[in-house]
Structure formats: structure tokens, C-alpha cells
């Protein structure tokens, strides 16, 4: 009853690995520490360094610990990357997943849960934007991710694979115990560059489009904490085991903000005041994303916990001074030496 996570040593995958621990299940990580860190798993918990997509490497994992679900993490995210290297993205995401669904297969997996994206809808004509909507990506990240979840259908299809597939909106904050978060250096992500600008890393902080219609002209987001994320995925892995059928739902809270509210709920937590620096829109950029969550509530019955912006705000902020401290710690370790 293992259950393999890849990705699991980067933000989101040692956020689960440490709700699977914590909740008693038996957890082994493949992860190739490009974005991640040994460090963030909990002591005792297997770690493989090496490729989600490595058939032979997943085909030994899977027999030598008795996987029965896999939780798909590893892959890239970062929009405007994607936009630079297609076939990188396609690469990292579609073709690994591709190579992951095969070992399941092979093995006999019965059940695996595969985190997408809302980025699959491009700009959608309704929001909040059900699960029905059509997907229209406009980056090739959302592509790989849509080619990835037309595959798992397939798959589920052809071989009776059982899944659910999270498209995820915007992942945000860290533990509210400040054990794990986001670590890896070149952060994109709105919060991230916020808190390490209110932290004194950032001389300011870049807003990409100030002209669309929205209520203050910036891109509204629906900021999901990593916790409540979390919490869905086990959900999901529970629907699964009770014989839940194959599903794809939005994961998100159903209610938007602006960037530059988001980055006022810093200021405000942090008590301290940073540059903003607007700029032009970038391509592949959504104007505005928010989740009809109705689906996932009533499907896995989850309830998120940290539904509050400044919440998530404050969690972000402990995680990054938690991060400060650590670094000046072993600096001075360093110089003691």
C-alpha cells in the first residue's frame, strides 16, 4: 500500500509527503533535485534521485516497495519558460508522464492522481470556470499538461487505470509550521517574490500588465494554500481506494485577487513596505483565472482550512524568515569554522 511521489522533495511534493507520513501511510520519492531538496523529507522516508519518466528506475520502485498509488508532481511549471523552450516542456512534462503512465501499467498500479493545471483554459469565457469549459491553453505548459491529461484518460481507458486529475490554480503559502515551503532559488511565483521583497532579498517586485479591464487593471488569480492542496490530494487518494470513479476537478477556492492586492496583504502581514515596478504584459499571460470549485467539494468533500489571503500571506512569510535565519545560521557557522 506505498505510495510513490514524484516531485516529492519540491514545494508542493514535501508538503504531501509530509501529510502521507503524518497520516501513517508508507511514502517512497523519486526526484531528480533540480527544484528540490533531500532535506525537505521527513527522516526515514525513501528517496531515489533520478528521472519520473526513467522506466526501469519507477519499474524497481514500484516492485521493491509495493507501490499501489502514484502522485505525479515532478515536471515543469513556469509559464513564461514554456514559452522559450516548447519542447523542453513537452519533454518534462508530457513525454515523462507519458513514460510514468507505462510503468504503472506495467506494474499494475491501480491508481494514480496527476496534478494539471488550470492554465489548460487559456482565457476562459466563463469564470468561474467549471471543469466542462473548453480547454484553449495559450502556453505551451498548459498544452503539455492537457496532452498529459488526454493521455491519462486514455490510459484509464485501455488498461482500467483509475485517476483523478487536479487542475490546480494558484499555489501559494507554506506549512503553517513553517517545516516545509518553497526553497528553490529564482522564484516566478507571485507570493514567493513578494515575501523576499518584504524580507529585503528583492530591491522590488515586477507587475506584468496594469491595463487589462479587471478592477485595478492587474491579473486576478484564484490563490489556493499549499495545505489545502494537500488535503485535496488526499481526498482524492481516498476517493480512489473506496472504488471512485475516474475524475478531473478544479482545485482552487472559487473567488479571485488582483496581483496588486495580493501584494498589499504582504505589505500589510510584513508591516514593511517594497518597490513595485509595472511592466508590459507578458505573452501567455491570463487575465483572469478562478476555479468553479463546486465539483471538488462535492466529490472528495473537502473543505479547505486557510481560505484567507493575509493568512496565506503570513505563512509565506514565516516560511521565508524561517529560510533567513537558516542561511545566516550557517553562514556564521561557516565563519566560526
Not at 519507477?58 to 519542447?87: K, Q, T
Request: charged share 15%; glycine share 10%.
Amino acid at each position: 500500500m506505498t505510495v510513490l511521489v514524484t516531485g516529492g522533495a519540491g514545494y508542493i511534493g514535501s508538503h504531501m509527503v509530509l501529510a502521507l507520513v503524518e497520516a501513517g501511510e508508507s511514502v517512497v520519492v523519486i526526484d531528480n533535485l533540480s527544484r528540490g531538496f533531500s532535506a525537505m523529507l521527513p527522516r526515514g522516508v525513501p528517496l531515489f534521485i533520478g528521472e519520473a519518466g526513467d522506466e526501469n528506475l519507477v519499474e524497481g520502485v514500484i516492485a521493491a516497495h509495493g507501490v499501489s498509488s502514484i502522485i505525479h508532481f515532478a515536471g515543469s511549471v513556469v509559464v513564461p519558460d514554456s514559452m522559450r523552450d516548447p519542447l523542453g516542456y513537452y519533454h518534462n512534462n508530457t513525454m515523462t508522464t507519458c513514460n510514468l503512465l507505462s510503468a504503472a501499467v506495467k506494474c499494475g498500479v491501480p491508481r494514480f492522481i496527476f496534478s494539471s493545471t488550470a492554465a489548460v483554459y487559456g482565457n476562459p469565457a466563463q469564470v468561474p470556470v467549471p471543469e466542462h469549459a473548453p480547454a484553449r491553453p495559450l502556453s505551451p505548459y498548459g498544452t503539455s499538461k492537457l496532452m498529459s491529461e488526454i493521455m491519462l484518460h486514455d490510459t484509464a481507458v485501455a488498461h482500467g487505470l483509475r485517476y483523478v486529475a487536479l487542475r490546480y490554480f494558484n499555489v501559494v503559502g507554506a506549512d503553517p509550521q513553517a517545516r516545509v515551503g518553497p526553497a528553490a532559488p529564482g522564484a516566478t511565483h507571485l507570493l514567493k517574490i513578494a515575501v523576499e521583497a518584504a524580507t529585503g532579498q528583492r530591491a522590488k517586485i515586477d507587475v506584468f500588465g496594469t491595463d487589462y479591464p479587471t478592477k485595478d487593471g492587474s491579473c486576478i488569480r484564484d490563490f489556493i494554500h499549499v495545505s489545502d492542496l494537500v488535503e485535496a490530494h488526499c481526498a482524492a487518494l481516498a476517493y480512489l481506494r473506496q472504488g471512485g470513479a475516474p475524475v478531473t476537478l478544479n482545485c482552487g477556492y472559487g473567488r479571485g485577487h488582483s496581483v496588486l492586492e495580493t501584494i498589499d496583504a504582504v505589505r500589510r502581514v510584513s508591516g514593511r513596505n517594497f518597490a513595485i515596478h509595472t511592466a508590459g504584459r507578458r505573452p501567455g499571460d491570463i487575465m483572469t483565472m478562478v476555479a468553479d470549485s463546486s465539483r471538488i467539494r462535492a466529490t472528495l468533500h473537502w473543505t479547505p482550512r486557510y481560505d484567507d489571503l493575509e493568512t496565506i500571506a503570513a505563512h509565506a512569510l514565516a516560511w521565508e524568515e524561517k529560510l533567513l535565519r537558516d542561511r545566516h545560521g550557517a553562514q556564521q557557522h561557516a565563519l566560526s569554522a
